[in-house]
Structures are given as C-alpha cells and as structure tokens.
C-alpha cells in the first residue's frame, strides 16, 4: 500500500474507491503482496526444499486458495469442510495434510478415500479409529504422529500450542509406545513425525527448542521417518512488534537438522503467506465524544474481525485519505456491537476524522473472515482480490435471506 497525493492505494486502485463502488465493511486483497510473501518464504527455505502446506484455517477462500495452488503450494487442513475446499481449489492430493487433534470418524474415512498425502493423528485413539477405517477398506494409510515436545512459543497463551498442558499430539513415551505398538501393521505406515508450537511466534530461540527436543527423540527410536513436519506459526508485524522472525536463521538449523536424518520437511505457514496481502476498510458510521476521547463508530464490529476482542491483538489503522489536521483528543476506534470488546484500537496521535470517512485496518489477510461470524445477525462482508489490475469479487456480501 502506498500514499499518492493523500490517497491510498493498493495495487494502483485507490481504496477510497473501492469501498464506496462495493460498499462497506470490505475485505480487500492484493495479488502482488501475496505473491511476493510466498516468493520470499520459498527463497527463505530454498536450501531444504520444502513442501509448504498453506494452511487454510487462515483463510479458506476457494478463489484465493486457487491462487495460492498456481503458486505451487499444497494445503494443511484440519476438517472435512477445508479438505472439501482444497480439493474444489485444485490442490494436488498429494500435497495435501490433514491435522487437528478431534477428527470425527467421517472426517478420516472422507481423507482416507481421497488418498490425501497424510492425516497427522493426535493419540493412540485416533491412530486405533484410522487404522479400523483403514482395515475396513482395506487400504495401507500413511499418516503422521503429532509429538507435543513441551516447548514454549512466546507467544499468546491461546494460540500456544507445544507445551505440555495444551491439548495437542503426545508426550514422548505415549510417541514411543505408539511406534511400537504399530509395528507389523498392515495398515497403518507412520511416515511423518509432526510438531507445531504455536502462532505469530516472532522468536527463533522457540523453533530451535523445539528442534533440540525432536532431534533428542530421533536419536533414541530406531525408526526413519520419510517427512519430519515443523508446523507453521511464522509471525508477522502488525502493530508493536520490534523485530522478525529470522527466516535464514531459522533455515540454517532444519538444513542442519535434514543433513543429519535425511528426512524430507514439510511447513504448514498461513499467516506468513496471507496476513499482509489484505486489508479491512470501513466507513465512520458516527463520532461521539466524551471528556478524554472520542468513538470513532465503524459500520465494521467484532463479528467481521474478532482478532482484537478475542486475542487483544493490534492492527494498524490507518485513513484512506490523509489530511493534515490532528484530532484533538485521543481516537477509540469500535464497532456496533453491543459489547464493550468491540473495538479495534486506540490511538492517541491520529488525524481529525469525520462521519462518512473511510479507514483501513491492516494486516487482515489471516484469521478475518475465516474468523468471521453472523453475532448480531450482522452479514458477512464482501471480499474482493485485485490482481493484474483488474478488481475481482470472491465473496458476495451475503444478504439476510442466506442466514435467516
């Protein structure tokens, strides 16, 4: 995105044009940044040659998951629905992983008949369901086992998901007795040992913990696996963040890490690969003020974007069109929602606003819509892709006849 002449643009299309010809709140994508993020993660990663396994669940638009195939991703899933998706987006099955620690039976029988490239089990009880579906249908299904290697991400505590009192994969003795317990089968082939520790991790000391601890468990099984799965969890800035997270850094140490077990990698990025490429514009539905601020009311609520009332996570907003005059008190930008958690930001530097004004919330791309909802029976936005200069629409604003 990019000012010209007080306007801001993205892609060479002006937003403040875009959001009154489509209307209002409007998720907007760019091409050329979600381009550009997947350019920069594979040339990271180049030396390991990874499979990247988009992970839907950060966005499961079918139009951009068609984008994301072309430019040569595979997908991480975790329900039928987003397998669904991934299938209709003509993702090759075969780069295709299906993780998440509360498969239903359905759910792995549907993975199993699609011939997907692993479903990633998360306790002996699933491996036991997937190996009696398998038994069923008689078919050798390869899957992988999710190791919990009690590592802490530094990250949210409700995105945290390697240490020890999280609900995903096994410790290490269940992990071990799971191997053996599956030795002979005719079934069941364990090719991938699976981890992932978290979200928006901005820290390499993490991600080299937690590669310490499997690479500790490997050296005492007498086991090969063809694919070690690091997970995703790759950060971004969207606010007050004071650094990346070092990309060669952390390649450095899985080059050194493959070279030792000869294993192929597999990464499961979302945020990393799609954050960025979008955007949340809304309109200044009111201003009201009180004795040290003032609401800036958004026709856009917590329903369209719940990161900031769930997570009390920080995007940056910022005005369609700039101007020059300072507001005079603090700005506290909310929704319509009858909650005091709908709300986006406060600033205490912004420019003067007014109703009818349109401003950005960036860094949307990830966990937006996917994480939208009808609260309020409020519709769900458009959604809009802008690529090679042309604007394409790949999600109608619902109406109230499709919810009610």
Same mark, same amino acid.
């Given at each position: 995105?990019?000012?010209?002449?007080? &306007?801001?643009?993205?892609? +060479?299309?002006?937003? /403040?044009?875009?959001?009154? *010809?489509?209307?209002? @709140? !409007?998720? =907007?994508? #760019?091409? &050329?940044?979600?381009?550009? +993020?997947?350019?920069? /993660?594979?040339?990271?990663? *180049?030396?390991?040659? @990874? !499979?990247? =396994?988009? #992970?839907?669940?950060?966005?499961?638009?079918?139009?951009?998951?068609?984008?994301?195939?072309?430019?040569?991703?595979?997908?991480?899933?975790?329900?039928?629905?987003?397998?669904?998706?991934?299938?209709?987006?003509?993702?090759?099955?075969?780069?295709?992983?299906?993780?998440?620690?509360?498969?239903?039976?359905?759910?792995?029988?549907?993975?199993?008949?699609?011939?997907?490239?692993?479903?990633?089990?998360?306790?002996?009880?699933?491996?036991?369901?997937?190996?009696?579906?398998?038994?069923?249908?008689?078919?050798?299904?390869?899957?992988?086992?999710?190791?919990?290697?009690?590592?802490?991400?530094?990250?949210?505590?409700?995105?945290?998901?390697?240490?020890?009192?999280?609900?995903?994969?096994?410790?290490?003795?269940?992990?071990?007795?799971?191997?053996?317990?599956?030795?002979?089968?005719?079934?069941?082939?364990?090719?991938?040992?699976?981890?992932?520790?978290?979200?928006?991790?901005?820290?390499?000391?993490?991600?080299?913990?937690?590669?310490?601890?499997?690479?500790?468990?490997?050296?005492?099984?007498?086991?090969?696996?063809?694919?070690?799965?690091?997970?995703?969890?790759?950060?971004?800035?969207?606010?007050?963040?004071?650094?990346?997270?070092?990309?060669?850094?952390?390649?450095?140490?899985?080059?050194?890490?493959?070279?030792?077990?000869?294993?192929?990698?597999?990464?499961?990025?979302?945020?990393?690969?799609?954050?960025?490429?979008?955007?949340?514009?809304?309109?200044?539905?009111?201003?009201?003020?009180?004795?040290?601020?003032?609401?800036?009311?958004?026709?856009?609520?917590?329903?369209?974007?719940?990161?900031?009332?769930?997570?009390?996570?920080?995007?940056?907003?910022?005005?369609?069109?700039?101007?020059?005059?300072?507001?005079?008190?603090?700005?506290?930008?909310?929704?319509?929602?009858?909650?005091?958690?709908?709300?986006?930001?406060?600033?205490?530097?912004?420019?003067?606003?007014?109703?009818?004004?349109?401003?950005?919330?960036?860094?949307?791309?990830?966990?937006?819509?996917?994480?939208?909802?009808?609260?309020?029976?409020?519709?769900?936005?458009?959604?809009?892709?802008?690529?090679?200069?042309?604007?394409?629409?790949?999600?109608?604003?619902?109406?109230?006849?499709?919810?009610?």
């Amino acid at each position: 995105m990019r000012y010209i002449k007080n &306007n801001l643009f993205i892609d +060479n299309k002006g937003i /403040f044009d875009l959001a009154n *010809k489509y209307g209002t @709140p !409007l998720y =907007c994508y #760019s091409y &050329n940044k979600l381009k550009s +993020n997947i350019d920069r /993660f594979k040339n990271s990663f *180049k030396k390991i040659s @990874p !499979l990247i =396994c988009f #992970s839907v669940k950060s966005n499961s638009n079918i139009s951009l998951l068609k984008e994301i195939k072309k430019l040569g991703l595979g997908a991480d899933v975790v329900s039928k629905g987003e397998l669904f998706a991934a299938l209709k987006a003509g993702i090759n099955k075969k780069k295709i992983v299906f993780s998440g620690v509360g498969k239903t039976a359905e759910e792995i029988d549907y993975a199993i008949k699609k011939n997907i490239l692993l479903i990633n089990a998360e306790s002996h009880n699933e491996v036991l369901v997937i190996e009696k579906i398998a038994k069923k249908r008689k078919k050798l299904v390869n899957i992988g086992l999710r190791l919990n290697p009690d590592t802490d991400a530094k990250t949210l505590k409700q995105i945290s998901t390697g240490k020890s009192e999280n609900k995903f994969g096994v410790d290490k003795n269940t992990f071990l007795k799971i191997i053996n317990s599956l030795n002979g089968s005719n079934y069941i082939n364990i090719k991938c040992l699976s981890v992932h520790i978290g979200s928006q991790i901005m820290n390499n000391k993490p991600y080299e913990e937690m590669l310490n601890v499997v690479d500790k468990l490997l050296k005492t099984i007498n086991y090969k696996f063809e694919y070690i799965d690091l997970g995703g969890g790759m950060g971004i800035k969207y606010d007050n963040e004071r650094k990346n997270l070092d990309y060669k850094k952390y390649s450095n140490s899985i080059l050194s890490f493959k070279n030792k077990h000869k294993c192929k990698i597999i990464f499961e990025p979302g945020r990393s690969i799609i954050g960025s490429a979008g955007v949340l514009a809304s309109k200044v539905i009111y201003m009201k003020e009180n004795k040290t601020k003032i609401f800036v009311i958004l026709d856009a609520a917590m329903n369209d974007l719940i990161r900031p009332a769930l997570y009390n996570a920080r995007h940056r907003i910022i005005p369609a069109i700039k101007n020059k005059k300072r507001a005079k008190k603090i700005l506290e930008f909310v929704g319509p929602i009858c909650e005091t958690t709908d709300k986006f930001l406060t600033e205490r530097k912004f420019q003067n606003l007014k109703e009818n004004d349109i401003i950005i919330i960036c860094d949307t791309g990830a966990y937006g819509y996917s994480l939208s909802s009808n609260y309020n029976l409020r519709l769900r936005p458009t959604e809009i892709l802008i690529k090679s200069n042309k604007i394409n629409i790949i999600r109608n604003r619902q109406k109230i006849t499709d919810i009610i």
